[in-house]
C-alpha cells in the first residue's frame, strides 16, 4: 500500500466512513469513540506530512554515496561553499550533507545542546 492508499483509507476510517463502501459505519462502531477519532486524525497528519516529503524531497535524497560524490563535496567544502548551496548541487537535505561530512571527519559533529561546556 503505498502513502496514497493509506491516505484515503485513513481519512475514511477518520471521517466513520467504511473505506471499501464509504458508507458510515454504525454507531456502536469503535472507529467513532473520540480517542479513536483522534489518533486516526493523528495518523492522517503523519501521512499528509509523508506524503508532502515524497513529493518534495530531493532527487538523491536516501540514495547511496558514491566516492566520486564523496569527493565533490568535500572540494566544495573547502571551496568554501554553504551547505544549502552543496545540498543542492548534489539534490540532496542539507542535513544529509552535513552528516556525510562528519562521517568523512571533514567537520566535527555538533555537539549536544545541553552538554555542559
Known amino acids: 500500500m503505498d502513502t496514497q492508499e493509506a491516505l ?3 481519512r475514511a476510517l477518520a471521517s466513520g466512513l467504511d473505506p471499501e463502501t464509504q458508507q458510515p459505519v454504525s454507531v456502536d462502531s469503535l472507529l467513532l ?3 479513536v477519532v483522534k489518533a486516526l486524525n493523528r495518523a492522517l497528519s503523519a501521512l499528509v506530512q ?3 516529503w515524497e513529493r518534495t524531497k530531493p532527487a538523491n535524497a536516501g540514495r547511496y554515496w558514491s566516492h566520486e560524490e564523496d569527493n565533490k563535496v ?3 567544502l573547502r571551496q568554501g561553499l554553504p551547505f544549502e548551496e552543496i545540498a543542492k548541487l548534489h539534490s540532496r537535505t542539507v542535513s ?3 552528516a556525510r561530512l562528519v562521517k568523512l571527519e571533514k567537520i566535527a ?5 545541553n552538554s555542559a561546556a
Open 33 to 35: 469513540r473520540p480517542q
Open 50 to 52: 509523508q506524503e508532502e
Open 8 to 10: 484515503q483509507t485513513v
Open 109 to 113: 559533529p555538533k555537539p549536544p545542546a
Open 74 to 76: 568535500c572540494d566544495e
Open 96 to 98: 544529509s550533507i552535513v
